[in-house]
């Protein structure tokens, strides 16, 4: 019966080692916690078996792989009331917040294109572009931590990053709070959503806001989340198939937890060099961050939720086809080269990861008066 | 009981022949179409007699002003249906349009701005800002004309405008049919919207179906309106004296109608000039499409619905001050000076213009896949 034949166990432990490692990186925590399974210990356990029935199936997913809550999490350090994300959410869609007045949250991370914007990389202050494809906000809050290196360790912290960023909302840190106190409106909505302070107004509440506004942008009830519920027929024949080798060749190790990503740091290239396109050299990932050699080119191992959403694919939007991602991943991280038909039975169960988008009205945003600040040209 | 003066009265009958010219223009069409009063007829009737009484105020009002309707107009060539609309706003809403992939209809007709976006000139493709501050959406289906100089007759026309200006979306024409194309998800979506057409697809479709989506982005139901349908308290005492300055004044002889504007082309400076701050020297207006001299800075009159959410004002977006453009107004067009007092009034007024704002619910887009064209860098 045990289909994790020796060459993936030896993958899955020499994974597991790596993992470990990384885990215990400075500046890494914990590499999951949400409690999901950690393939870093379960990787070299029997579990990876291959499932006979849809309920084998379901169970053996169960231990990888957990189903998005209906309800939004909680972040630490941010009390979620409807007051706080009615702010968050203003302040997500204001693009007054940027130097331009012209770029908000939303334009790069938007709700109406998988929490993306299916662009290689964005377009920023003047049109410029950053280096790395902008991930999904969509589940953002089960990631382990936030940007492609990890260099927040939660969204409150990521979402001072892109406003101040110069290639991105390029506004000087005093703009924003300056921005916020020049649109009177906004005042009341801080006093509601930060009661008993008596400066509620300031960047790291409205940090606080944005994270907690986006804690709600969750996507329930996919087919996968109904199938690990326990709906064998949530899922198709073909979806079976693709999430049986999803588990048997080793995807699952990194891409597990509630997101299926997120839990982790992994090198891009482990078994092969995926070459400059999908791998720029200039950019070390995790490494530039911590100065660490041992964690250059490793990177925040990405969410599959909704990821027929969002192409283009990889930290530097390289593929555009999701197909040849899965074939990409499968030779550089694991060392298989798939048939054609197995690429298929993948993509069709990555499609099952499509979850209930969030249905978002449009906030109406405090007006601009005469005092305040108008955009830099 | 006559309160219109004689200077009152010829100024009238001044600005009445000068409208008439206009509406004789090369391009124009008749000055009202949606059936409003005709100010270029009507004001140099004894109309304007101080009302003594609210219901007197209402009836007086009635002659030159009317309510935005609960419901959304017809445009000429479009029929409006549910699929057209939720293809309009699909398309209003995706930055795919643009060459940059980073600008939709709605980043500078934004639906929680007022339907601008509060930015003297809006930031085009690589941040490049146009010449003319980016007129409201909401309720432009009831202007004559679109664009400032007019140069687009109706909201099919003006759809097309941004999405091929080099400053705005900077789309190649061809780009926006084959970046519909692209997106598998449209096609279906242009079949519903055009029933019986056999190749749906086009760029005249996809503004006929932007401009069906705008048609509904009305805003009735403004306490002016319920006062005008004959609710007495709707406005306040200071939001009734300044409608009585506003009608005795003159400012009701150009803005009138549904949108207390967009009826006429009027002259900005007819008693004296703006100046170049807010009159720009090499904006022609009107007389740059026509190359008539004598409709040289001429601009179609904007609406003053929710004048109070669409700072800064004027085509040029030069003033930030309500108040400052009230009594800017009132000299150059009427050349009245106005007290800090009237001036008050007359803003309060225009506060009274803000109706019901549309509630939108983000669309889902189509999703690009691998065949979908990049953005230009």
Not at 77 to 97: C, H, I, K, N, Y
Not at 109 to 122: R, T
Not at 287 to 315: Q, W
């Amino acid at each position: 019966m045990a289909n994790l034949n020796t060459k993936n166990l030896l993958r899955a432990v020499s994974l597991s080692a790596m993992m470990t490692v990384v885990a215990c990186s400075p500046g890494g925590k914990t590499a999951n916690p949400d409690g999901g399974t950690r393939p870093s210990e379960e990787a070299h356990t029997p579990a990876t078996t291959m499932a006979e029935t849809s309920d084998e199936l379901i169970l053996q997913a169960r231990d990888f792989m957990e189903p998005i809550p209906m309800d939004a999490p909680a972040i630490e350090g941010v009390t979620s009331t409807p007051e706080l994300v009615e702010l968050g959410q203003a302040l997500f869609f204001d693009p007054r917040l940027s130097a331009t007045h012209s770029i908000s949250c939303a334009s790069c991370h938007y709700p109406g294109l998988g929490g993306a914007d299916n662009s290689p990389f964005s377009a920023g202050f003047h049109g410029e572009r950053g280096g790395r494809n902008a991930p999904t906000v969509y589940n953002a809050v089960f990631n382990f931590v936030q940007f492609w290196d990890g260099r927040a360790k939660d969204l409150v912290e990521q979402a001072g990053g892109p406003l101040v960023n110069p290639v991105e909302m390029a506004s000087p840190q005093a703009h924003v709070t300056e921005q916020i106190l020049a649109l009177p409106g906004y005042s009341p909505m801080f006093a509601k959503a930060f009661p008993g302070e008596t400066d509620p107004v300031s960047l790291e509440n409205a940090q606080k806001a944005i994270a907690g506004f986006e804690a709600t942008l969750i996507t329930p009830n996919a087919p996968f989340d109904q199938f690990l519920r326990g709906d064998t027929n949530a899922l198709t024949a073909d979806q079976k198939a693709g999430l049986t080798l999803f588990i048997d060749t080793g995807c699952l190790t990194c891409h597990s937890g509630v997101n299926l990503g997120g839990t982790m740091y992994q090198k891009f290239g482990v078994f092969s060099d995926p070459g400059p396109v999908y791998l720029p050299p200039e950019d070390k990932g995790r490494g530039g961050v911590t100065g660490n050699a041992a964690e250059d080119y490793f990177f925040k191992v990405p969410t599959l939720r909704n990821i027929v959403e969002t192409a283009p694919y990889f930290h530097s939007g390289s593929e555009p086809d999701l197909k040849r991602a899965v074939a990409v991943m499968a030779e550089v991280q694991l060392g298989q080269t798939l048939t054609p038909e197995e690429v298929d039975q993948i993509t069709a169960f990555l499609g099952s990861l499509t979850g209930d988008q969030p249905e978002l009205v449009i906030p109406q945003l405090p007006i601009s008066d005469a005092k305040s600040p108008p955009p830099e040209k």
